[in-house]
């Protein structure tokens, strides 16, 4: 008994907290990324989920002085509006909105996703930026464990529902993209296709490494059925690195405190962690078959191997079709 409380519980919390380690240390010996001076973006629509602060903002406010019409969706219409207004008065001529999206609640997605199509608008970019991570216990509108919900489940119906626009506004030479924001925390997951929902025992830490496992296996996937299809469309995942935002709030209180004081030290901020999921979205470099993998530290990188695995990313994905009843 003791040793599966120890498993299930004490062992997540240390694999997170030792890759954390690992990946500050690497920060510190190595240069941030920076994102090259991209070409202009006149006439590209994006939607960019979580995008009223910390990394999704400086994705939109960057988009939009690039040219991007950027649609931000996020549950906080006080914050939305803030952040459009912020970004309007830096740049007279950014084209930016909010709308809100709940991606803890399906129906929500599909509102959101219906509202946007009334628009008859083209969709070039898709950023599946927003995220919980290490959030109590609790399930989302529709009865899914929150990290599972939000981070993986509510961006597949998104994406899945934006296919067919997102497919029809790319042309060769021109791509439309997913570009999904991962974390390195997703080389200490793994999908229990019998649990994804962690009933049979929870752990914030496991849920959310478990979360970003499913993420990145959702990406890969995608990309490859693009491939196959030949559609002008790619999918690609981004870790950002350790970035100074509000996504550490939930950890243990002495733990916050902690990464509080070597933050500013030690973990990149917004806008360094915002260059690589811009690369990916907007970089000529990546057209065409040169986009899709996995992005960290502003360059193409191998990953853990159940990310490779064909099987299990088919059996993720035919189950997610089924939870989410799509065919």
Same mark, same amino acid.
């Given at each position: 008994?003791?040793?599966? @409380?120890?498993?299930? /519980? %004490?062992?997540?919390?240390?694999? =997170?907290? =030792?890759?954390?380690?690992?990946?500050? %240390?690497?920060?510190? *010996?190595?240069?941030? #990324?920076? $994102? #090259?001076?991209? #070409?202009?973006?006149?006439?590209?629509? !994006?939607?960019?989920? +979580?995008?009223?602060?910390?990394?999704? /903002?400086?994705v939109v406010r960057h988009m939009s002085r690039l040219g991007v019409h950027v649609i931000i969706g996020g549950r906080n219409e006080q914050e939305g509006q803030a952040a459009v207004r912020r970004i309007c008065e830096e740049y007279k001529e950014a084209k930016v909105e909010f709308t809100k999206l709940d991606l803890a609640s399906l129906q929500s997605v599909r509102q959101f996703v219906q509202s946007f199509k009334e628009r008859n608008l083209p969709l070039n970019i898709l950023v599946n930026n927003a995220g919980v991570m290490l959030v109590p216990e609790g399930r989302t509108e529709d009865? /899914?464990?929150?990290? *599972?919900?939000v981070n993986y489940l509510g961006h597949f119906l998104l994406t899945w529902l934006l296919l067919d626009i997102l497919k029809d506004s790319g042309k060769p030479g021109s791509f439309s993209r997913v570009v999904s924001v991962s974390s390195s925390a997703h080389r200490v997951g793994e999908i229990r296709l019998n649990d994804l929902n962690s009933c049979q025992s929870y752990s914030a830490h496991a849920a959310y490494c478990h979360s970003k496992l499913a993420q990145l296996l959702f990406s890969s996937h995608l990309h490859q059925e693009l491939q196959h299809g030949g559609f002008p469309l790619s999918s690609c995942a981004v870790d950002p690195g350790m970035v100074d935002t509000g996504l550490y709030r939930h950890m243990w209180?002495? %733990?916050?405190?902690?990464?509080?004081?070597?933050?500013? %030290? $030690? *973990?990149?901020? #917004? !806008?360094? +962690? @915002?260059?690589?999921?811009?690369?990916? @979205? =907007?970089?000529?470099?990546?057209? +065409?078959?040169? +986009?899709? &993998?996995?992005? @960290?530290? &502003?360059?193409r990188e191998m990953t853990t191997p159940p990310t490779f695995d064909p099987q299990l990313q088919l059996n993720l994905w035919e189950t997610s079709l089924r939870l989410l009843d799509l065919h």
């Amino acid at each position: 008994m003791l040793l599966s @409380a120890v498993r299930s /519980y %004490l062992l997540p919390v240390i694999r =997170l907290y =030792l890759l954390g380690v690992k990946v500050l %240390l690497v920060q510190l *010996f190595s240069r941030a #990324p920076r $994102l #090259p001076v991209m #070409p202009r973006q006149d006439g590209k629509v !994006a939607i960019v989920t +979580g995008g009223v602060r910390g990394i999704g /903002y400086e994705v939109v406010r960057h988009m939009s002085r690039l040219g991007v019409h950027v649609i931000i969706g996020g549950r906080n219409e006080q914050e939305g509006q803030a952040a459009v207004r912020r970004i309007c008065e830096e740049y007279k001529e950014a084209k930016v909105e909010f709308t809100k999206l709940d991606l803890a609640s399906l129906q929500s997605v599909r509102q959101f996703v219906q509202s946007f199509k009334e628009r008859n608008l083209p969709l070039n970019i898709l950023v599946n930026n927003a995220g919980v991570m290490l959030v109590p216990e609790g399930r989302t509108e529709d009865g /899914y464990e929150q990290h *599972f919900g939000v981070n993986y489940l509510g961006h597949f119906l998104l994406t899945w529902l934006l296919l067919d626009i997102l497919k029809d506004s790319g042309k060769p030479g021109s791509f439309s993209r997913v570009v999904s924001v991962s974390s390195s925390a997703h080389r200490v997951g793994e999908i229990r296709l019998n649990d994804l929902n962690s009933c049979q025992s929870y752990s914030a830490h496991a849920a959310y490494c478990h979360s970003k496992l499913a993420q990145l296996l959702f990406s890969s996937h995608l990309h490859q059925e693009l491939q196959h299809g030949g559609f002008p469309l790619s999918s690609c995942a981004v870790d950002p690195g350790m970035v100074d935002t509000g996504l550490y709030r939930h950890m243990w209180m002495p %733990l916050y405190l902690a990464q509080r004081a070597i933050a500013r %030290l $030690l *973990f990149r901020t #917004p !806008a360094e +962690g @915002a260059a690589t999921v811009l690369y990916a @979205a =907007l970089s000529p470099d990546l057209e +065409g078959e040169c +986009g899709g &993998g996995y992005w @960290a530290n &502003g360059h193409r990188e191998m990953t853990t191997p159940p990310t490779f695995d064909p099987q299990l990313q088919l059996n993720l994905w035919e189950t997610s079709l089924r939870l989410l009843d799509l065919h």
